[in-house]
């Protein structure tokens, strides 16, 4: 069930209890009269379930609440109640494969901004891949995989191709074009300074580091496990899987391929840095194919049960 916690002027506040009390999908409906102060206008409470969330939301939207008061959203994990298990009966579909499309706008847009945190986190991942590189352990490289944060812009980018939104695109292509290249910079100097003090060999190849050479060859089942990544990515931020996320992240070369970038510039081993870009590119394209694809069936789905909650509006007001 999805919890909505709506503030309304007096005249918008009452077509919205009507259109709550109409709909079968929502119980526990609570109107507060004239509670509210800062926006003014009363306070209703309800329980929607989750398949018919999105479709509640926007009719509310359409009386011009989120314009005038505000409409919150909050995900109830339990709900002990029979009146809720009609409720979910009601709405066509499954809950756990329901997509509530503005918890989806809200946290890609937030998670593809150019922030400090991303950009330590990016950074962070890259220098824990670089040093796995250089100790061939594939328990470090794991760990950078977790650390990094790529997948929210690669996943923001993806909501905006398939809702039509070119700011969070250009946004999220901002995010993917300066966090990569602060990463593969950072993991150059450090790379350097390593070899400068003693503390990494003089010399360094990719041949003679299996993982390394992993990352550095880039082939069709590269791209076949990124695109599978990319689909598992999207229905796990979309849906009520959000715990297969971490598989995914662990799937995907992306940071120890950047990695391996900047240890190959550090060394000057220039066939294992194309190689490590080929692979870089080859996943994000593999992810950012997969999403959009992923995200456009789960939109036209959608848009499917939005045209026949119109008609059947259309249908009850003629």
Request: with cysteine.
């Amino acid at each position: 069930m999805v919890h909505l916690r709506i503030v309304a002027p007096g005249e918008q506040a009452h077509a919205a209890l009507a259109l709550l009390e109409e709909s079968g999908s929502v119980i526990n409906v609570i109107h507060l009269h004239d509670v509210a102060r800062k926006p003014e206008g009363d306070v209703i409470l309800c329980d929607v379930a989750r398949e018919d969330a999105s479709v509640v939301i926007g009719d509310l939207k359409d009386l011009g609440i989120h314009r005038d008061g505000t409409i919150a959203v909050e995900m109830v994990d339990t709900a002990i109640s029979h009146a809720a298990d009609r409720a979910e009966r009601q709405a066509a579909g499954a809950p756990a494969d329901a997509v509530l499309w503005e918890e989806v706008t809200e946290r890609t847009s937030e998670e593809s901004a150019i922030s400090a945190t991303y950009l330590v986190f990016i950074v962070l991942a890259a220098l824990i891949a670089s040093v796995g590189i250089y100790l061939n352990s594939p328990i470090l490289i794991v760990g950078a995989m977790v650390v990094g944060p790529e997948f929210g812009p690669i996943a923001g980018f993806c909501v905006a191709a398939v809702q039509r939104r070119p700011e969070l695109a250009a946004r999220s292509l901002a995010a993917l074009a300066v966090g990569f290249p602060l990463a593969i910079g950072t993991v150059v100097l450090s790379s350097l300074i390593f070899k400068a003090t003693g503390i990494t060999p003089d010399e360094f190849s990719a041949a003679s580091h299996s993982l390394s050479e992993t990352i550095a060859s880039p082939d069709f089942f590269a791209a076949f496990v990124a695109f599978c990544a990319g689909v598992a990515g999207m229905l796990s931020l979309t849906t009520a899987k959000s715990g297969a996320l971490i598989g995914v992240l662990i799937s995907v070369t992306t940071i120890p391929a950047a990695a391996n970038v900047g240890v190959s510039i550090a060394y000057g081993d220039w066939h294992s840095f194309a190689g490590s870009i080929e692979q870089l590119g080859l996943n994000i394209a593999s992810l950012l194919v997969a999403g959009i694809l992923t995200l456009g069936v789960q939109r036209a789905v959608f848009s499917r049960r939005l045209a026949a909650h119109e008609a059947q509006k259309a249908t009850a007001t003629s």
